[in-house]
C-alpha cells in the first residue's frame, strides 16, 4: 500500500529562499503550503545566513516535512555572487539533514523540464503549471513557485536512478 510523503522543495539565494511543501501519493500531488524566507542585506554574511536557518528550521518544525529536495546552484561570471549563493544553498541543505530528511538535489534544467517539458522555460511557464498540476497552490514569490516546481520534480523522480544519480553526485562534488 503506498503512503502519502510530504516533500520540501527549497530554491536557495542569498536574498530569498522560496520553500514550498507538497504531499506525493503515486501521480497525486497535493498542494500544502508555500512561502519565501528572507535575509536582511544590511546586516553581515554570517547574520544574514542564520537568518535563512532560522526560517527553514522554523518550516521543518511547523510543517514536518519527510523528504527534502534542493536546486543545484550554476555558476555565473561573478565569482562572489556565486559564492555567497552556494553559502545560502549549503544552510538550504544542512538544515533538513540535520532535521534527519533525505535531501536530493536537482538541476535546474531538469526541474524546468519536469513540470514545464522543456528545460528552458520561463518564470511565469513554471508558475502557470505549478497552478494545472496543483490548482490550489498559492506562492507569494517566483521563488516559492519555484521550491514548489522542486518538489514535484523530486516527487516525480524519488527512487529512480536519476533521484539516486542526482544525490551521489552532490557528495561527488
Not at 512561502?35 to 514536518?64: F, M, Y
Not at 516546481?149 to 527512487?159: K, L, M, S, Y
Amino acid at each position: 500500500m503506498m503512503h502519502p510523503i510530504r516533500i520540501l522543495g527549497i530554491d536557495p539565494g542569498l536574498r530569498r529562499t522560496g520553500w514550498g511543501l507538497i504531499e506525493a501519493m503515486g501521480n497525486r500531488l497535493v498542494f500544502l503550503a508555500s512561502g519565501t524566507v528572507t535575509s536582511d542585506n544590511r546586516l553581515d554574511l554570517a547574520e544574514r545566513l542564520r537568518q535563512l536557518h532560522d526560517g527553514l528550521l522554523d518550516v521543518i518544525a511547523r510543517h514536518e516535512p519527510q523528504e527534502a529536495a534542493v536546486e543545484l546552484t550554476f555558476v555565473n561570471k561573478d565569482a562572489g555572487a556565486t559564492l555567497k549563493l552556494g553559502q545560502a544553498r549549503g544552510v538550504a541543505m544542512l538544515v533538513p539533514a540535520l532535521h534527519g530528511l533525505k535531501v536530493a538535489e536537482y538541476a535546474p534544467n531538469l526541474v524546468k523540464k519536469t513540470v514545464v517539458g522543456t528545460g528552458h522555460a520561463e518564470k511565469e511557464q513554471i508558475r502557470m503549471m505549478v497552478k494545472v498540476l496543483m490548482p490550489k497552490a498559492s506562492f507569494n514569490s517566483d521563488d516559492a513557485a519555484d521550491a514548489l516546481a522542486i518538489a514535484v520534480c523530486h516527487a516525480q523522480h524519488r527512487g529512480t536512478p536519476q533521484s539516486r544519480l542526482a544525490e551521489a553526485g552532490a557528495g561527488a562534488r
